[in-house]
Every structure is written in structure tokens, then in C-alpha cells.
């Protein structure tokens, strides 16, 4: 989990729990991730690191399931093409078009083999692979 997130962070730890899945989330700020630490959600199955820099941040290695939601907004497309060959697959928070002048998807979706978006709801979700064939992946 790239970002801490009041709705995110506190789910992720019983899915991937229940999973049999590590769990890591990555923060930039400090007493966002402290609050997260003192109630609770750190813990064996699930570290917490906080990063002043993006670029130090350790995510150059495999991963399942990236989730990426977090400051400031021109990291992200930066941080979803370090996880392009890394991560099975990648969750992109806010992925309307009307946030494209903020976050910039469009730059990044060409370097996917595969993109699936959730727009049942109004805040959208993409899910981009270069390893799984996401056709009908929210049916």
C-alpha cells in the first residue's frame, strides 16, 4: 500500500490476514502513519514504514497486489511505472478521467498490457498488469 488512507488502511490488514499475505504500507507522513501505529495496525503481518522520499522507498521488488493512493499526487504515475514489471497487479485510486489533469493516468496506461476499471461507484478504480489478462476482472 502506497498512501495510508482512513477507508483502505484499516481493511487491508484482515484481507491479507485472512489471505495468508503479507501487508506493508508506505507513508510519507509521519503522523499519519504514527496515528495508524497507535491504534493498532501495525503488527507482525503488517509493517509500517514511513519514507521522506519517494524514490529511497523499496518497492523495486515483487509484489501480488500494489495500491496506490498516496501524496503528493505527481508520485503516482512515477511510482506506478517503478511498479509496472514488480507488481501482478496494480490498483489505482481516483482513476476518473476528470482527475487526469491531477494524477495523470493516461501518461502511464500504455505501459500495461492490461487495464481493468471499476466504475460502478462514483469514486473509480483501475487495476493495470503486465503479467494477468484482466479481461472480466470485476464481473
Request: some cysteine; proline content about 4%; hydrophobic content about 35%.
Given at each position: 500500500e502506497l498512501g495510508m488512507g482512513?477507508?483502505?488502511t484499516p481493511y487491508l490488514p484482515?484481507?491479507?490476514?485472512n489471505a495468508g499475505r503479507q501487508l506493508t504500507s508506505y507513508e510519507n507522513d509521519a503522523s499519519y502513519a504514527d496515528f495508524f501505529a497507535?491504534?493498532?495496525?501495525?503488527?507482525e503481518g503488517h509493517q509500517i514504514r514511513v519514507v521522506t522520499d519517494w524514490d529511497q522507498a523499496e518497492i523495486d521488488r515483487p509484489w501480488d497486489v500494489a495500491l496506490?493512493?498516496?501524496n503528493p499526487?505527481?508520485?503516482?504515475v512515477v511510482d506506478i511505472?517503478?511498479?509496472a514489471n514488480h507488481a501482478r497487479y496494480i490498483v489505482i485510486h481516483d482513476s476518473e478521467p476528470k482527475f487526469?489533469?491531477?494524477y495523470h493516468y493516461s501518461r502511464i496506461y500504455p505501459r500495461f498490457k492490461y487495464r481493468a476499471v471499476y466504475d460502478r461507484e462514483w469514486r473509480?478504480?483501475?487495476?493495470?498488469?503486465n503479467f494477468v489478462n484482466l479481461e472480466g476482472f470485476w464481473n
Amino acid at each position: 500500500e502506497l498512501g495510508m488512507g482512513v477507508f483502505s488502511t484499516p481493511y487491508l490488514p484482515y484481507a491479507c490476514q485472512n489471505a495468508g499475505r503479507q501487508l506493508t504500507s508506505y507513508e510519507n507522513d509521519a503522523s499519519y502513519a504514527d496515528f495508524f501505529a497507535r491504534y493498532g495496525y501495525a503488527s507482525e503481518g503488517h509493517q509500517i514504514r514511513v519514507v521522506t522520499d519517494w524514490d529511497q522507498a523499496e518497492i523495486d521488488r515483487p509484489w501480488d497486489v500494489a495500491l496506490i493512493d498516496h501524496n503528493p499526487s505527481q508520485r503516482r504515475v512515477v511510482d506506478i511505472e517503478r511498479l509496472a514489471n514488480h507488481a501482478r497487479y496494480i490498483v489505482i485510486h481516483d482513476s476518473e478521467p476528470k482527475f487526469d489533469g491531477l494524477y495523470h493516468y493516461s501518461r502511464i496506461y500504455p505501459r500495461f498490457k492490461y487495464r481493468a476499471v471499476y466504475d460502478r461507484e462514483w469514486r473509480h478504480a483501475a487495476v493495470l498488469s503486465n503479467f494477468v489478462n484482466l479481461e472480466g476482472f470485476w464481473n
